[in-house]
């Protein structure tokens, strides 16, 4: 689905692109499209020399789900000596938490095309576990245990 957009941006940014073909939900629960990203930028980075890429100059992008896997795997290897480091991350319109689908954005946005607020809290569910049906408990936010929800309200909060 992304090849001419990857195509353009090799050719247009003068760079080596890469495309992982990671699986996807239902049919393949998490962490498998994790494992498939974090696994093909791991040997990626072990081999750049064979691909004639700078180390110094490599970045992780992605958007929508793939923008959530994109900051996983680096978050993932921030921390790794063995391999280069990453030079940046590019997130279009991520899915970074499913924690609360009542903060504004969601509710301000919540009958925008194309990713309905509904829309996205099923979409995790599938990605999680394949199974949406506790889809209202989600949109109510009843999923969140209330001690978590206390300890992440600095970060996921409508203030």
């Given at each position: 689905t992304h090849e001419k957009l990857c195509r353009f941006i090799a050719r247009e940014s003068e760079s080596v692109v890469v495309s992982v073909g990671y699986r996807l939900a239902p049919e393949h629960k998490y962490p498998a499209a994790y494992e498939d990203?974090?696994?093909?930028?791991?040997?990626?980075?072990?081999?750049?020399?064979?691909?004639?890429?700078?180390?110094?100059?490599?970045?992780?992008?992605?958007?929508?789900?793939?923008?959530?896997?994109?900051?996983?795997?680096?978050q993932t290897l921030?921390?790794?000596?063995?391999?280069p480091r990453l030079?940046?991350?590019i997130l279009i319109y991520p899915g970074l938490q499913a924690l609360d689908f009542n903060l504004p954005s969601?509710?301000?946005n919540r009958g925008v095309p194309l990713?309905?607020?509904?829309?996205?809290?099923?979409?995790?569910?599938?990605?999680i576990n394949g199974n949406a049906s506790n889809l209202e408990e989600v949109l109510e936010g009843s999923h969140i245990p209330v001690d978590i929800k206390l300890n992440y309200r600095k970060w996921v909060s409508p203030d």
């Open positions: 990203c974090l696994n093909a930028t791991q040997h990626f980075l072990q081999h750049l020399e064979h691909y004639g890429v700078d180390p110094a100059r490599v970045i992780v992008c992605g958007d929508s789900a793939g923008g959530n896997l994109a900051a996983a795997v680096s921030a921390g790794r000596s063995d391999l030079r940046a991350q969601y509710q301000q990713l309905f607020r509904e829309r996205a809290a099923f979409y995790v569910l599938q990605y």
